[in-house]
């Protein structure tokens, strides 16, 4: 069964910090690994999209990184904003069923003053 | 910038009752989807939708539930007797094709009491 595991399950941050989060997948065969962002109450927004191919990949102050054969995933957070308090969920999608993603549980992230 | 909506953001309704929550995708995608969320817990796939029939659907979406495209621009999900463990906040998603980027709307909470 594909399954998406992350971690930490929450965190607490002070505002100007960086910060990594985890991500491992056991879906086969893979596709890509997209970073969401979930403020609360609201729906996912993509951060990133990476392919098997690709190692890393930057959207302002996310950076994900990709590591195809021990199936793990981070995103980046440098220097944190306010705003960056959210969930973070990692979604793997399998060239199988492309059209049924497999969602992570989340990262709860708070940046606080 | 295109967005998918959702209608309607909360809905309270009493467990047997019929409800319908509304999406209006992006105008020029073709592939539908919807998700739920039950509170505290990770995004859960129901049912993918092209060319005016369901492609793919999980185990959670049972005789209960039903899709339809009534039109060109909404794309429903109806519930026909909910149940208390239906409570949970509804996703809409779409894209313009198979692999591309998931546009997620900004969901409908079903309270059934």
């Known amino acids: 069964k594909n399954q998406v595991e992350q971690s930490p399950q929450s965190l607490i941050i002070l505002e100007g910090k960086n910060c990594t989060l985890q991500?491992?997948?056991?879906?086969?065969?893979?596709?890509?690994l997209r970073w969401y962002k979930q403020d609360t109450g609201r729906g996912p927004v993509s951060l990133t999209i990476?392919?098997?191919?690709?190692n890393t990949k930057s959207n302002g102050r996310y950076t994900a990184t990709l590591d195809a054969d021990t199936k793990q995933s981070s995103l980046h957070i440098t220097a944190s904003q306010l705003s960056d308090s959210a969930s973070y969920i990692c979604?793997?999608?399998?060239?199988?069923?492309?059209?049924?993603?497999?969602f992570g549980t989340g990262t709860r992230l708070q940046v606080t003053l | 910038e295109p967005e998918v909506t959702q209608t309607p953001s909360h809905q309270v309704t009493q467990m047997g009752q019929e409800v319908i929550l509304r999406c209006v995708p992006i105008?020029?995608?073709?592939?539908f989807y919807w998700y739920r969320q039950i509170l505290g817990q990770k995004v859960e796939f129901l049912v993918s939708f092209y060319n005016n029939e369901i492609s793919e659907k999980s185990e959670i979406f049972d005789d209960q539930f039903s899709v339809e495209r009534p039109d060109g621009s909404n794309f429903t999900l109806k519930i026909r007797s909910t149940k208390l463990e239906d409570s949970a906040m509804y996703f809409c998603?779409?894209?313009?094709?198979?692999?591309?980027?998931?546009?997620f709307g900004e969901g409908s909470r079903l309270t059934v009491l």
């Open positions: 998603a779409s894209r313009i094709d198979p692999t591309g980027e998931l546009f």
């Open positions: 991500c491992n997948y056991t879906v086969s065969p893979f596709s890509n």
């Open positions: 979604v793997v999608t399998d060239t199988g069923t492309a059209s049924k993603l497999t």
């Open positions: 105008s020029n995608h073709l592939y």
């Open positions: 990476m392919t098997f191919s690709e």
